[in-house]
């Protein structure tokens, strides 16, 4: 088992939280080899949000504080349907800092025309680099996925680590 270590009275944690979401659903560009960022969520999903920004204008999360967060995603697509199954992902990326999380595959089975993508509690460690500013949901770098309509689309996240004060 692990062992708890006292980090000393300059150490606190902090309870951080924020998300933003898609206001209504929104035909978006056909996905491909390049990445898509869901630049459709203009909306925050919690009224006073804590230790995260909620950056509507540039539907992103900013977290201030270097740390690791769990972030959720949820993401509702529909598309046309193919005969074949077909895969893309989906990450979260900084683009000012260049910070990635891995890149999640999305499996679609064929003649399947909607998508809902659900990820919970996937780890970001924010370092000094990234700390403030945006951070997106990008999906694509698959292949082809035509007549896509964004239904829905969640992006939240917590604080799960301690802060130096």
């Known amino acids: 088992g692990g062992q708890w270590i006292y980090l000393g009275s300059d150490y606190s944690v902090i309870a951080a939280y924020g998300g933003i979401r ?5 035909a978006i560009p056909d996905l491909g080899a390049a990445w898509y ?6 909306e925050g999903a919690i009224t ?3 230790g ?3 950056n509507t204008a540039n539907s ?3 977290f201030p504080y270097k740390g690791i967060y769990a ?6 697509l529909t598309h046309v349907e193919e005969n074949a199954t077909t895969t893309f992902y989906v990450r979260v990326f900084s683009p000012s800092g260049g910070y990635s999380s891995a890149s999640l595959p999305v499996v679609i ?5 909607a998508t809902d993508i659900d990820v919970a509690s996937l780890l970001l460690e924010i370092d000094d680099v990234n700390a403030g500013l945006d951070v997106v949901i990008q999906i694509g770098n698959g292949e082809i996925i035509t007549g896509v309509t964004l239904v829905d689309a969640y992006f939240s996240a917590h604080s799960i680590s301690e802060k130096q004060i």
């Open 22 to 26: 898609t206001p209504a659903p929104v």
């Open 37 to 42: 960022t869901i630049i459709e969520m203009t």
């Open 48 to 50: 006073e949000p804590r």
């Open 52 to 54: 995260i920004v909620q």
């Open 60 to 62: 992103s999360l900013q």
């Open 71 to 76: 972030a959720s995603l949820n993401i509702v």
């Open 109 to 113: 089975p064929r003649n399947a025309s």
